[in-house]
């Protein structure tokens, strides 16, 4: 018995104490890849909009590159290639008369089916909170820290093209 | 309690033991006198072996590269989904590591076998394997929960998409039921509710359930999909412990099956229940057998060749003939005794690390009941001032009696018989009042114990409490 208790204790003391180590991360890290701008906005507390937008259906987002076939009026403007933690992330914003009207994610983690479930649940919502706010000042997803960064990144180096 | 201490020494083979042979002539031409030749030459030092503390440290330095290996690939934790998710990615790993780890443990490998001995191996690899067993259960609980968390979805659903969807998941699941199911198993059979050979036998699905897990790790694991190198290693850590495993338990014993040539030579009724079969072969000094050793014997008859079972050398290894003597504790050793010359002998050994060497110091050696088989080989050979106390629960009990008092007096030994129950001698004969009369200067000895489980636990106290140190008692067990 006092093995188990042995056992027990020291499994989850060593992994609470990795895991208090990992979770002590400064600051999300995001590289830029592809190439000019990405002034990497950090997701500051502004906007609290993502209550009224989030009647997205989460796992349904538009995939791949939309410019091929937009409709008059809108214009694509991609931005750059974030590197995450997990890997890249990249969107592509489409606009009409300056207003955001829809976000195309390019290039999302997809190293594991894992990765790919936590994107399908947080790109809805970061693209919902996007059409919200109309900039790139928008709360990360909980759960989605990495990606959430990488698409705040992209969209914001996005933004600054368009400007 | 470590069984035994490990030291280099001397080779201890002194001499050729003075061979008994069996009392049935089994076959023409077998009737010379084995101890007419001279002892084989064996090397002077003993073959080698890693001790329990070398390898509790080879495990944990494993245990912690696989954790660095996680820290490696994971970028942080964050909330309570990412600490789940960490928590069961750092066991599903552990788990990965714990089984080779507890396979490795299994795999006859001759220095842990002599270094930590078969019976402390199993000790070793029954308690990492309930505690692998519960990391697998922790693994799957932990992985579902993190990710319904990080998904956001529920327990139910993230279950059933776990299993449909990812890939490999299913069968990984599959094993982690297999490993619970065996790990049950296995602790009913340590009470003796499950038949040797089911226990046994079942035991063997292991193996597929280390092959059905296999392939979700590098389909799931962050820590492999994009690390080439760590998959190129674990990798490389299973094969070794297959290689490993078929190595020292299909080839080895193939190989010494076609090379010695084992054949019963005779069987001989020593007391009630207790006999000796004699066994002869060629080469067998090749083996590197040593008194204390065991080899696990599988009897080539129609009714016996599909069990093997472990029993000691009760004599000392000659080069063309060894002797074990086996108590009649079930239908297996019943049937033993039917045993016609002439059969064939499937051994695989030797095993076990109750091999003494010469310390320098006076030796005392402890039996109980059949326990006396092992310490029969040793006490022959055995260099130096040697004490054997002999403890059997009545005179008819008592094996090998003119054996043992020949090799007393053959070499200035002294032997004690310890007999009848309790209640018959008033109180227990092993008492530390007892050992220190029978053993003058005893806390000065080096004790080797070798008898049934209540009585060597009982020799233990006793030989602690009149004052002979822990790390030099050593006994082994025989429930594996």
New interface residues.
């Given amino acids: 018995m006092r093995r188990v208790i042995l056992a027990v204790t020291g499994t989850v003391a060593g992994l609470v104490a990795l895991l208090s180590f990992k979770s002590h991360v400064p600051s999300v890290p995001v590289s830029a890849a592809g190439g000019s701008g990405g002034s990497s906005s950090s997701s500051t507390s502004s906007s609290s909009s993502s209550g009224g937008q989030t009647q997205t259906v989460p796992g349904e987002f538009p995939q791949g590159s939309v410019a091929k076939n937009l409709p008059a009026g809108e214009t694509a403007v991609d931005g750059n290639v974030a590197n995450t933690a997990y890997g890249p992330v990249q969107i592509q914003l489409i606009e009409r008369s300056s207003k955001i009207v829809k976000v195309a994610v390019l290039v999302q983690p997809a190293n594991t089916l894992h990765d790919i479930q936590i994107g399908a649940f947080a790109f809805p919502k970061l693209i919902g909170e996007t059409l919200a706010a109309q900039n790139g000042k928008i709360d990360a997803v909980s759960g989605a820290t990495y990606t959430s960064a990488g698409y705040i990144q992209s969209l914001q180096s996005a933004l600054d093209k368009r400007a | 309690m470590t069984s035994v201490a490990r030291r280099s020494g001397p080779a201890r083979h002194a001499g050729a033991e003075a061979y008994p042979g069996p009392t049935q002539p089994s076959r023409p031409g077998s009737s010379r006198r084995p101890e007419a030749r001279p002892a084989p030459v064996r090397p002077q030092n003993r073959p080698a072996r890693v001790g329990p503390r070398g390898l509790l440290a080879v495990i944990i330095v494993g245990g912690a590269v696989v954790?660095a290996l996680?820290?490696h690939s994971?970028?942080?934790?964050?909330?309570l989904?990412?600490?789940l998710?960490?928590?069961g990615e750092?066991?599903g790993l552990l788990c990965g590591y714990g089984v080779v780890v507890l396979v490795a443990l299994m795999s006859r490998l001759p220095p842990l076998e002599r270094g930590l001995g078969t019976d402390q191996l199993a000790r070793w690899h029954a308690?990492g394997g309930r505690?692998i067993v519960?990391?697998v259960v922790a693994h799957g609980l932990l992985i579902v929960w993190g990710?319904a968390?990080?998904?956001?979805t529920g327990v139910v659903s993230e279950t059933a998409?776990l299993l449909t969807?990812?890939?490999d998941v299913l069968m990984a699941t599959v094993a982690g039921f297999l490993l619970l199911g065996i790990g049950i198993v296995s602790m009913r059979a340590a009470r003796r509710r499950v038949r040797y050979e089911t226990w046994y036998y079942l035991h063997l699905y292991t193996y597929l359930a280390i092959a059905l897990a296999f392939s979700h790790q590098f389909a799931?694991?962050?820590a492999f999909?994009?690390n080439l190198a760590a998959r190129f290693w674990w990798s490389a850590m299973y094969l070794t412990v297959l290689v490993l495993v078929l190595w020292y338990r299909v080839v080895v014993p193939l190989r010494s099956f076609r090379r010695h040539r084992l054949v019963v030579l005779g069987v001989k009724a020593e007391a009630p229940g207790v006999i000796s079969i004699y066994i002869g072969g060629r080469r067998l000094e090749e083996l590197d057998a040593e008194p204390g050793q065991f080899f696990r014997w599988r009897f080539l008859t129609r009714s016996l060749w599909w069990s093997s079972h472990p029993f000691s050398l009760s004599a000392a290894p000659g080069s063309d003939r060894l002797r074990i003597t086996v108590k009649n504790l079930g239908d297996h050793s019943q049937a033993l005794a039917r045993l016609q010359p002439g059969t064939r002998v499937f051994a695989e050994g030797p095993y076990g690390a109750f091999t003494p060497a010469d310390s320098g110091r006076g030796v005392l050696l402890l039996a109980g009941g059949v326990g006396i088989t092992p310490l029969r080989a040793i006490f022959a050979t055995l260099p130096g001032r040697v004490t054997l106390i002999y403890r059997a629960s009545s005179e008819r009990d008592i094996v090998f009696r003119n054996e043992l008092d020949s090799i007393a007096a053959a070499r200035g030994a002294t032997v004690h018989y310890l007999v009848g129950s309790r209640a018959k001698i008033g109180g227990d004969p092993l008492s530390p009042r007892v050992l220190r009369s029978l053993v003058p200067g005893i806390d000065q000895q080096e004790a080797y114990v070798c008898g049934p489980a209540g009585m060597t636990s009982a020799a233990v106290r006793a030989l602690r409490a009149a004052g002979v140190p822990r790390q030099r008692i050593h006994f082994e067990s025989f429930e594996f």
């Fill in positions: 954790v996680w820290w994971t970028p942080g934790a964050s909330g989904g990412g600490w998710t960490g928590a750092v066991l308690m505690y519960s990391l990710y968390v990080e998904a956001h998409t969807q990812y890939p799931d694991g962050a999909i994009s």
